[in-house]
Structure formats: C-alpha cells, structure tokens
C-alpha cells in the first residue's frame, strides 16, 4: 500500500525511528552493565522488554526493509551504503515504505 507522507511526517518518523534505535543501543547497555554485576538470576526488566520488543518489530519486515532501517538507524556507518544498489528515488521510497512498517511493526508489538 502506498502512503504519501509531507516532508512534515517523513521527518517526524524519522526523529521517532532514531529515538528508538538510540533507547535500543542505551537498553543494550543497561542490560551489560545489569549482567556484569551480579551473576544470580534477574528478573526481566523493561530494558530486556524494549529490546526483546525492537527485536520483534525488526523481524517483521522485509529482509529489504531490514537492511534500510539496519544500515540508516541502527549502523548508520556506510551513510551512503545504498548509491550501488538504488536510484535516489528508489532508495527514498525504500526508506520510507520501510519507516512506516517498522513503526507499524513497533506499535503493533506494544
């Protein structure tokens, strides 16, 4: 399905989609941390909850849609990693179409 989105709501999603990989990476890190100090059993707490559900999202789309969102969220180190394979335009509605599933995906998941 296609969805036209203003550069408003395109640039919303965005600021959202980096907002959730950056509370993913600082959940990962939390959960280390929580891990290297104590070896006895803990109970799941929400950052095991967040990134359990980011998870889940993720594996809803697409392998395409995965490696958007992957390579421009997630490991933004090769920013450019899609001028081989894609078109400008094609890229930008690849990111896009693969912005709205995964919020879609995450709101769904919680």
């Known amino acids: 399905m296609q969805v036209r989105l203003d550069e408003k709501k395109i640039f919303e999603l965005t600021v959202s989609i980096k907002r959730v990989a950056k509370m993913y990476f600082f959940a990962?890190?939390?959960?280390?941390?929580?891990?290297?100090?104590s070896d006895s059993v803990r109970p799941i707490n929400?950052?095991?909850?967040?990134?359990?559900?980011?998870?889940?999202?993720?594996?809803?789309?697409?392998?395409?849609?995965?490696?958007?969102?992957?390579n421009d969220f997630f490991?933004?180190?090769?920013?450019?990693?899609?001028?081989?394979?894609?078109?400008?335009?094609?890229?930008?509605?690849?990111?896009?179409?693969?912005?709205i599933n995964f919020k879609e995906a995450l709101e769904h998941e919680f």
Do not use: G, H
């Not at 990962?28 to 100090?37: C, S, V």
């Not at 359990?52 to 490696?67: D, G, N, P, T, Y």
């Not at 490991?75 to 509605?93: A, G």
């Open 28 to 37: 990962l890190k939390r959960i280390d941390m929580e891990n290297a100090l």
């Open 46 to 70: 929400d950052y095991k909850l967040y990134v359990k559900r980011v998870r889940l999202a993720f594996e809803r789309l697409s392998e395409v849609e995965q490696i958007c969102i992957n």
């Open 75 to 99: 490991y933004e180190d090769y920013p450019d990693w899609w001028q081989k394979t894609y078109k400008r335009s094609t890229y930008y509605r690849l990111r896009r179409r693969s912005m």
